[in-house]
């Protein structure tokens, strides 16, 4: 496969790593002050793509004009989950994927009978505006490398999911007569649980200041060696950041400092609510709210499509009679349970991508024209979670987290009954080096310091123990790779970036792009490392024979 050399100015790279968490933060805070803006959708992009409205349905995909206000939700349209058009688009979506012949002439295993699919799941912080500008820049250079890519774009800007928060929901309901009444409360909440938030938030920036820069064991961070554990771990030791990089980063901590007394702790309440509306989101994605009203089932359309599962000892009706496990969404479309607009889509590419359908059990018995692999980027690894869980038949060759968000236990509760279920299954889980994750720079020095993954388990996720906190960081996850089984541990590989200006340094990184130039071609196979000896995730010249 051919390897695109990326020539992207050093400005224009550290744009595009401030990115992320700048928006997040400002977004929460200013959430009044964000106006709205236009863009298009054009051509064939439109068949690569399912976008998720905040309750589980789905944002038509149309040519020409839309809007994606940030803080007017309802001014989007919105397709019914179960609704014809929705499963329309998504049936010219899995023609799209049947019909694929790859124009790539000088590919690695272009002569494969398989077609490759690639499903990949952005994160927290993406503007609609943003998600739908990554399909149009990289669509077409993915199928250039003979992969045909299907993007999830679902709503996770923090100026809407913080307006849900304000004026929406409620204890995971939405009440939105009463709650915007009730919003001048909880902003004043916020602003109280900032202050509040005041010494926690000053002692964890402190201590991670004067942590990194004179208390860390650097030997001790590069070790990334976890004995007798049988995944592959891979890493340059040679690639040490500059004592200068440090002292850098020390100064302008310590410059910026007073503006971080305030800036912290108001990131600490307002992120917080955002966040939690995000996982909502996520989980939405599959279960949509309107399954849940009063206990009964009242999402328009489907009750009234209630139909036989090919089963015909299942039905499903309205009285809940027949409802399947959590863990395993049935595969009819038409189905009012598991009906959020993800769910739909993973059905219908079952019904109509798998060898056959075991009619007792509604499971895939295989997928033999097919190699999909499922990449997601930091809470995109939470949807990827769920993805495992609810849909365990269906056979990804290859699952790859980049700066995964979700918690190392999420992880090996999904990860291992699908791995010990496929045995073909390959996973990596792709990290920043430990030192660029916790001084990763935000808001030129004025926010908080540390990636989205140090700002979820110091702030956001407030974790329980340590297999609660995020799998991403190389850190953690080597603290729970006892959690994995010899049998899946041993297709697990875990790739850590190191300095240099080709790779990853920030969270943003893995998937962002600038005028149609990516910082990092995720979907390349040659980026994730694998075999010993051809680790091409770093600098394929300078890696050593030897795994770590």
Same mark, same amino acid.
């Given at each position: 496969m051919i390897i695109r050399k990326l020539n992207i100015k050093k400005d224009k790279k550290k744009f595009i790593r401030k990115q992320s968490m700048f928006k997040f933060s400002i977004a929460s805070i200013l959430v009044f002050l964000l106006a709205g803006c236009a863009g298009t959708i054009t051509g064939p992009n439109k068949f690569h793509m399912i976008n998720i409205s905040p309750d589980g349905d789905? &944002?038509?995909?149309?040519?020409?004009?839309?809007?994606? !206000?940030?803080?007017?939700?309802?001014?989007?349209?919105? /397709?019914?989950?179960?609704?014809?058009?929705?499963?329309? &688009?998504? *049936?010219? =979506?899995?023609? %799209?994927?049947?019909?694929?012949?790859?124009?790539?002439?000088?590919?690695?295993?272009?002569?494969?009978?398989?077609?490759?699919?690639?499903?990949?799941? &952005?994160?927290?912080?993406?503007?609609?505006?943003? #998600?739908?500008?990554?399909?149009?820049?990289?669509?077409? #250079?993915?199928?250039?490398?003979?992969?045909?890519?299907?993007?999830?774009? /679902?709503? *996770? %800007?923090? +100026?809407?999911?913080?307006? @849900? &928060?304000?004026?929406?929901?409620?204890?995971?309901? @939405?009440?939105?007569?009463? #709650?915007?009444?009730?919003?001048?409360?909880?902003?004043?909440?916020? =602003?109280?649980?900032?202050?509040? +938030?005041?010494?926690? +938030? /000053? =002692?964890?920036?402190?201590? !991670?200041a004067i942590e990194d820069t004179f208390l860390r064991n650097y030997s001790e961070l590069v070790n990334f060696t976890v004995p007798d554990f049988p995944a592959k771990q891979h890493y340059r030791p040679d690639d040490d950041e500059p004592t200068l990089d440090a002292v850098g980063s020390s100064v302008l901590w310590l410059v910026s400092s007073p503006i971080k007394l305030f800036t912290t702790p108001l990131a600490y309440s307002f992120g917080k609510s955002s966040w939690d509306i995000m996982n909502r989101r996520v989980k939405s994605m599959f279960y949509r709210p309107c399954e849940f009203y009063n206990g009964e089932i009242e999402c328009e359309e489907t009750v009234e499509s209630t139909r036989l599962f090919s089963n015909d000892t299942t039905t499903f009706k309205s009285d809940n009679s027949g409802i399947p496990a959590p863990e395993q969404c049935v595969s009819h479309p038409y189905s009012p349970f598991c009906s959020g607009a993800l769910s739909v889509f993973l059905k219908n590419m079952r019904t109509q991508l798998c060898d056959a359908i075991d009619v007792k059990e509604g499971q895939c018995t295989g997928m033999s024209k097919y190699e999909i692999t499922l990449i997601g980027h930091s809470m995109g690894a939470i949807v990827a979670n769920q993805i495992l869980t609810n849909f365990s038949d269906l056979p990804f060759k290859n699952i790859v987290f980049m700066g995964a968000a979700a918690t190392s236990r999420e992880t090996a509760n999904s990860l291992v009954p699908y791995m010990q279920k496929h045995d073909s299954t390959d996973f990596y889980n792709l990290s920043l080096h430990p030192l660029n994750e916790e001084r990763e720079i935000s808001g030129y020095g004025l926010l908080p310091s540390g990636s989205l993954l140090v700002w979820i388990d110091s702030m956001y996720g407030l974790p329980e123990t340590e297999v609660d906190r995020t799998f991403g960081r190389w850190t953690n996850a080597r603290n729970a790779a006892h959690l994995f089984p010899p049998e899946v541990a041993n297709r697990m590989y875990f790739g850590v970036f190191g300095f240099k200006e080709n790779q990853p340094q920030e969270h943003g990184d893995f998937s962002s792009m600038y005028n149609g130039e990516n910082s990092f071609e995720y979907w390349d196979t040659n980026r994730w490392g694998k075999d010993t000896g051809k680790y091409s995730l770093i600098d394929e010249a300078s890696i050593s024979d030897e795994p770590l």
């Open positions: 789905a &944002h038509p995909v149309k040519e020409g004009t839309y809007r994606y !206000l940030t803080n007017e939700i309802d001014d989007l349209p919105v /397709w019914n989950s179960t609704s014809a058009e929705y499963n329309n &688009h998504i *049936s010219k =979506v899995i023609a %799209g994927i049947d019909a694929f012949q790859s124009t790539c002439t000088d590919c690695e295993n272009s002569s494969e009978d398989k077609k490759k699919v690639l499903i990949f799941i &952005h994160g927290g912080l993406n503007t609609f505006e943003y #998600s739908i500008d990554r399909v149009d820049n990289q669509y077409d #250079s993915i199928k250039q490398d003979n992969i045909y890519p299907v993007f999830i774009n /679902w709503r *996770s %800007g923090g +100026a809407t999911t913080y307006s @849900d &928060h304000l004026f929406r929901i409620r204890d995971g309901e @939405d009440r939105s007569t009463f #709650s915007k009444f009730t919003s001048p409360f909880y902003f004043g909440a916020d =602003v109280l649980g900032a202050i509040a +938030a005041i010494p926690e +938030a /000053w =002692v964890e920036q402190g201590a !991670l």
